[in-house]
């Protein structure tokens, strides 16, 4: 089992207070992230705050770019893998994109992973992009996908989409890893489909073990459909992260937190007819044994990577506390000791 740290690139507002953290606690979460043995560090994307954040927070939350943090902390690291979980494809052109990760994959040596998914507010991408505002960002997720593996893999490419046109582009460099591992973002049957015809992994977010065994059945009938091998592809979850010493501490940890807030506030979406107890059922809240068993069933039901996991915190410190007991009582338990452990 891999595990990743979500650094707070886009939550302030979301799942933690504003202020929450400057560009350098972004930088430094993910520093000491790598020196604690996590595999992976992710950045989240917003271009413009969402509507229910500009209700509720006076002042406009810090939303640093994904791409351009993560390349400064590939200058800062050596191993660590560099994530976006998830970047928004719909608002982003496809041309740019491909130079900015293939130039990320290059200045990293190979350490890029790239999460794309429809994203979780239509108000954000109306205000960003609104001459698409009919469009369907699901067909313009799928377009940008396979544009962006035909600018990877091909000398020059021409893409004449619905909504993603280019033509004769010449991109170089391209990436260094071939191929540069895409991993499709979101919970819906449609997610699961592009992760199965076009993508490395799929990457799902804070649904519990039985979603998972029912995404997976659906993505190997998917990938099977489209010819491709279903074993060759990943389920990386994120998760909400929130150790206690007791069931009780650690959920009233998350209840005083900025999180529960962010669980509201996609209660039309993903957190649709889900209550707050089914909510902490499936996210890595409870003690360290509790956790651990969390992290067991997830596993034995197809997850290979906790990617970008969440922690609760109202300050980048408490943040931090919750990353450190991680390391130390949960990661040990699937893969031996951390590298170090604060």
Same mark, same amino acid.
């Given at each position: 089992?891999?595990?990743?740290?979500?650094?707070? !690139?886009c !939550?302030?507002?979301?799942?933690?207070? $504003?202020? =929450?953290?400057?560009?350098?606690?972004?930088v430094?979460?993910?520093?000491?992230?790598?020196q604690?043995?996590?595999?992976?560090?992710?950045?989240?994307?917003?271009?413009?705050?969402?509507?229910?954040?500009?209700? +509720?927070?006076?002042?406009?939350?810090?939303?640093?770019?994904?791409? %351009? &943090?993560?390349?400064?902390?590939?200058?800062? +690291?050596?191993?660590?893998?560099?994530?976006?979980?998830?970047?928004?494809?719909?608002?982003r052109?496809?041309?740019?994109?491909?130079?900015?990760?293939? &130039?990320?994959?290059?200045?990293s040596?190979?350490?890029?992973?790239?999460?794309?998914?429809?994203?979780?507010?239509?108000?954000?991408?109306?205000?960003?992009?609104?001459?698409?505002?009919?469009?369907?960002?699901?067909?313009?997720? /799928?377009?940008?996908?396979?544009?962006?593996?035909?600018?990877f893999?091909?000398?020059?490419? &021409?893409?004449?989409?619905?909504?993603?046109?280019?033509?004769?582009?010449?991109?170089?460099p391209?990436?260094? @890893?071939?191929?540069?591992?895409?991993?499709?973002?979101?919970?819906?049957d449609?997610?699961?489909?592009?992760?199965?015809?076009?993508? @490395?992994?799929?990457?799902?977010?804070?649904?519990?073990?039985?979603?998972? /065994?029912?995404?997976?059945?659906?993505?190997?009938?998917?990938?099977?459909?489209?010819?491709?091998?279903?074993?060759?592809?990943?389920?990386? %979850?994120?998760?909400?992260?929130?150790?206690?010493?007791?069931?009780?501490?650690?959920?009233? !940890?998350?209840?005083?937190?900025?999180?529960?807030? =962010?669980?509201?506030?996609?209660? +039309?979406?993903?957190?649709?007819?889900?209550?707050?107890?089914?909510?902490?059922?499936?996210?890595?809240v409870?003690?360290?044994d509790q956790?651990?068993?969390?992290?067991?069933?997830?596993?034995?039901?197809?997850?290979?990577?906790l990617?970008?996991?969440? =922690?609760?915190?109202n300050? $980048?410190?408490?943040?931090?506390a919750?990353?450190?007991?991680?390391?130390?009582?949960?990661?040990?338990?699937?893969?031996?000791?951390?590298r170090?452990?604060?």
């Amino acid at each position: 089992m891999r595990f990743g740290v979500e650094a707070p !690139t886009c !939550t302030a507002g979301m799942m933690y207070p $504003v202020p =929450f953290a400057t560009a350098a606690d972004v930088v430094r979460v993910a520093v000491e992230a790598e020196q604690l043995g996590y595999d992976d560090v992710a950045g989240n994307d917003h271009l413009s705050t969402q509507g229910y954040v500009r209700r +509720t927070h006076a002042a406009p939350p810090d939303y640093f770019e994904p791409l %351009l &943090t993560l390349s400064h902390i590939a200058a800062r +690291t050596s191993v660590l893998r560099l994530t976006t979980g998830i970047l928004v494809l719909p608002m982003r052109q496809p041309v740019l994109v491909a130079k900015q990760a293939a &130039t990320l994959d290059q200045l990293s040596g190979g350490r890029l992973t790239l999460g794309v998914a429809v994203g979780g507010y239509r108000d954000e991408f109306e205000r960003v992009v609104p001459d698409l505002r009919r469009a369907s960002r699901a067909e313009l997720t /799928r377009e940008g996908i396979e544009a962006l593996r035909m600018l990877f893999e091909q000398p020059r490419s &021409t893409f004449r989409g619905k909504y993603v046109r280019f033509e004769d582009v010449e991109m170089f460099p391209k990436p260094v @890893q071939s191929p540069l591992p895409i991993y499709s973002g979101g919970n819906a049957d449609g997610a699961i489909r592009r992760a199965a015809e076009l993508c @490395q992994g799929w990457l799902p977010a804070k649904i519990g073990p039985e979603r998972i /065994r029912e995404g997976r059945a659906k993505l190997d009938l998917y990938a099977r459909a489209a010819g491709r091998d279903p074993s060759r592809i990943s389920i990386a %979850l994120q998760s909400i992260v929130c150790l206690g010493d007791t069931p009780a501490k650690a959920r009233e !940890t998350f209840r005083r937190s900025a999180f529960d807030h =962010f669980r509201t506030s996609l209660r +039309t979406t993903i957190t649709r007819g889900v209550d707050l107890d089914r909510y902490l059922e499936w996210n890595l809240v409870g003690t360290p044994d509790q956790v651990c068993a969390k992290v067991a069933a997830f596993a034995e039901a197809g997850v290979d990577h906790l990617c970008s996991l969440l =922690f609760v915190g109202n300050t $980048v410190d408490e943040m931090l506390a919750q990353v450190r007991a991680f390391a130390r009582h949960v990661i040990p338990a699937f893969r031996g000791p951390s590298r170090t452990v604060a």
